[in-house]
């Protein structure tokens, strides 16, 4: 028994003695607010914004910073995107025309410092559908290069919807030609809808304002495209198809326009909008007998009042 209570004191004894181990500086990261990885319309900017924490270990450091661009581009010939990064005081770096390239900047920076950058990136107007860029905005102490962080932030270019004014009454002559004007070459036009319920309107889904201008130059009835683009939202319920049925109400007095009973006028007693179907009763039958029929078999001729 005696044997077994000395050695664990022993152990417990000697854990005690042993020196704490050397504080370990904490390492550098970067906080991203946003989405790190975003879609952008041709010719739009869209800010990043970046915070880095300072190990808190009592020593002042030498901050640099480093940044990395690769482009993915879907074709040749896609134009350049243009990236900046800067703080409080000024730019960091920046590949835009006629800008200093730097390889790398630094910064004296104090512990527990949280320094604050935004990177800026630009689409160009000429930007094709897909094209990609991915920026690596990489920090690390001078002092001690293993503490270290990189941030990586993506862009990629998308369509927009752009809005172009017509003639009222000639929309539908406008997106014809349009169409036609399309479809031989890549023109950077995915779809054209007329929707006959908006006068002096079409709406274009593309790539950029500058190609479509050029499609649009020259076309008869046109009046220009509305600056700024429209969202998706607007012209959803467009594109939805309404019910066969929408529009008819129990009660309403309609006109049969095909099957047996073509020309018989009768009045809707029910109706199923999931089968898209009316239950109605004939007036000039025999006997008042329910008849189902497709609702676009029918014509209302006078409302439920």
């Keep these: 028994m005696g044997l077994f209570d000395v050695e664990p004191r022993k152990k417990e004894e000697a854990k005690k003695e042993a020196p704490p181990p050397p504080p ?60 900046k990064l800067y703080d409080a005081i000024g730019s960091v770096w920046e590949n835009a025309p006629g800008a200093d390239q730097v390889a790398e900047k630094t910064f004296d920076v104090t512990p527990g410092q949280e320094k604050s950058f935004t990177l800026k990136i630009t689409s160009p107007t000429g930007a094709r559908y897909g094209d990609k860029i991915t920026v690596l905005v990489n920090a690390s102490l001078k002092d001690n290069p293993s503490l270290n962080d990189v941030a990586t932030l993506q862009a990629t270019a998308r369509q927009s919807i752009l809005a172009v004014k017509t003639s009222i009454g000639h929309e539908k002559a406008v997106a014809d030609s349009l169409a036609s004007r399309a479809k031989p070459k890549p023109s950077g036009v995915f779809a054209i809808l007329s929707p006959a319920t908006i006068r002096g309107y079409v709406f274009v889904e593309a ?99």
């Design 207 to 305: 790539m950029n304002t500058d190609g479509l201008r050029d499609l649009v130059k020259g076309v008869r009835r046109t009046r220009g495209i509305v600056k700024g683009e429209t969202s998706f939202g607007e012209i959803e319920h467009f594109l939805t198809p309404k019910p066969i049925v929408s529009g008819i109400v129990e009660g309403d007095i309609v006109e049969l326009i095909a099957g047996p009973f073509k020309g018989e006028k009768a009045r809707v007693q029910q109706i199923d909008e999931s089968k898209e179907e009316i239950t109605v009763e004939l007036f000039e039958a025999m006997v008042p007998i329910p008849v189902t029929i497709r609702g676009d078999h029918v014509r209302v001729l006078e409302k439920e009042r």
């Design 24 to 83: 370990t500086a904490k390492a550098l990261q970067f906080t991203t607010q946003g989405e790190t990885k975003r879609l952008m319309a041709s010719g739009d900017s869209s800010e990043f914004e970046m915070s880095l924490k300072i190990p808190d270990d009592g020593a002042p450091h030498t901050l640099a910073i480093k940044v990395d661009t690769l482009f993915s581009a879907t074709e040749e010939g896609s134009p350049e995107w243009f990236v």
